[in-house]
T-cell receptor, first 113, second 113 residues
Framework: DAGITQSPRHKVTETGTPVTLRCHQT?????MYWYRQDPGHGLRLIHY???????DKGEVSDGYSVSRSKTEDFLLTLESATSSQTSVYFC????????????FGPGTRLTVL | AQSVTQLGSHVSVSEGALVLLRCNYSSSVPPYLFWYVQYPNQGLQLLLK??????LVKGINGFEAEFKKSETSFHLTKPSAHMRDAAEYFC???????????FGAGTRLTVKP
C-alpha cells in the first residue's frame, strides 16, 4: 500500500461541465502521475509532476490540466468535459526508495453524458 | 519512445495448468520492464520488475518472467494456475526517462475450474 487515495471514486457529469479529480498521498513522494485506462489501450499517461508546481505533459494531455500546490495533492482538471473523456483515471506515485517503479491508487470512474 | 505489445487480449486456462502471458517490447535503450495485475474494480498491483540485475525475475503469487534480449520478450509464467489468478495483466516498459512508462493493452486471464 503506497498510501494513495483518489476522490471521488465515481462521478457522473454532463458534457461541458468542469471536473476535478484529486489524488492524495501520505508518504511525501516527489513524483506523481495521472493515467487514463480505456479498453484496448491499457494505461496512457496524461500528465505528471516532479515536485510542487512542477508538471509536464504526457502522451494524452489534450483537454486536461493539472496542479500541484503541495506535495501530497495532485489535481487533474477537465475544463470542459467531453464524452471521449469517459474513462477510469488512475493516479500513481514513484516510490522514493525505488526510483523505477510506479504504484497506483484505486482509480476514479468518470462518466461524461 | 518505448512500446509494448501483449499477444492475446484473452487467455483461458484450466486450474492447475501452466499460465503463459506474452509480452514483447521495443526500446532504443536498455529497458526497465514490469508486469502489473489488476483485479476487478481495483488499481494496478506490481507483480514483478526487471531492472537488469537478473534475467529471470521472480514476483509475487508464484509468477515469474524471463527477459530475453534476443527476442525482445518478457513473458510472464506461472506453473500452476489458481482461481484467484483470474484478473487482467499489464506489461509495461520504461527507458532512461522513468516518467515515460508505456503499457500494453492488457491480457485478461480466465481460470476454469
Amino acid at each position: 500500500d503506497a498510501g494513495i487515495t483518489q476522490s471521488p471514486r465515481h462521478k457522473v457529469t454532463e458534457t461541458g461541465t468542469p471536473v476535478t479529480l484529486r489524488c492524495h498521498q501520505t508518504e511525501n513522494h516527489r513524483y506523481m502521475y495521472w493515467y487514463r485506462q480505456d479498453p484496448g489501450h491499457g494505461l496512457r499517461l496524461i500528465h505528471y509532476s516532479y515536485g510542487v508546481k512542477d508538471t509536464d505533459k504526457g502522451e494524452v494531455s489534450d483537454g486536461y490540466s493539472v496542479s500541484r500546490s503541495k506535495t501530497e495533492d495532485f489535481l487533474l482538471t477537465l475544463e470542459s468535459a467531453t464524452s471521449s473523456q469517459t474513462s477510469v483515471y488512475f493516479c500513481a506515485i514513484m516510490s522514493s526508495g525505488s526510483t523505477d517503479t510506479q504504484y497506483f491508487g484505486p482509480g476514479t470512474r468518470l462518466t461524461v453524458l | 519512445a518505448q512500446s509494448v505489445t501483449q499477444l492475446g487480449s484473452h487467455v483461458s486456462v484450466s486450474e492447475g495448468a501452466l499460465v503463459l502471458l506474452r509480452c514483447n517490447y521495443s526500446s532504443s535503450v536498455p529497458p526497465y520492464l514490469f508486469w502489473y495485475v489488476q483485479y476487478p474494480n481495483q488499481g494496478l498491483q506490481l507483480l514483478l520488475k526487471y531492472t537488469s540485475a537478473a534475467t529471470l525475475v521472480k514476483g509475487i503469487n508464484g509468477f515469474e518472467a524471463e527477459f530475453k534480449k534476443s527476442e525482445t520478450s518478457f513473458h510472464l509464467t506461472k506453473p500452476s494456475a489458481h482461481m484467484r489468478d483470474a484478473a487482467e495483466y499489464f506489461c509495461a516498459v520504461s527507458g532512461d526517462n522513468n516518467n515515460d512508462m508505456r503499457f500494453g493493452a492488457g491480457t485478461r486471464l480466465t481460470v476454469k475450474p
